[in-house]
């Protein structure tokens, strides 16, 4: 390798090491200083993209619903095909935790 070779690859290192720094910063929620979770919910919170935000909220998940009841309704072998495909255990934590803490709301 010539000199310039050396220079030319210690450039494209340098960029290279830039733009991993970059996408980490972008990839990683902002951390707190005293080591708490970030709020849920929020903006750090899961769930983080806008469309799981919605997804997750009450109107999100009734139109889920009765999308997924609709599909049942008119092609329910290819339905339960694809239900095998879900990972039907954290699923249905994530609902009965969604249920338990709608209990508890409505209690306080």
């Not at 997750?56 to 619903?65: D, E, K, P, Q, T």
């Amino acid at each position: 390798m010539t000199e310039s070779d050396e220079e030319e690859m210690n450039e494209v290192r340098a960029r290279l090491k830039q733009s991993r720094e970059e996408i980490s910063h972008l990839l990683d929620p902002p951390r707190d200083p005293s080591g708490a979770l970030p709020p849920a919910g929020g903006q750090s919170g899961f769930p983080r993209s806008r469309t799981m935000q919605m997804l997750m909220s009450n109107r999100g998940l009734g139109a889920l619903g009765v999308l997924a009841g609709g599909f049942l309704m008119a092609r329910p072998g290819l339905a339960f095909r694809l239900l095998r495909l879900l990972p039907t255990g954290t699923v249905a934590k994530a609902i009965i935790a969604r249920a338990l803490s709608a209990l508890s709301d409505r209690a306080d």
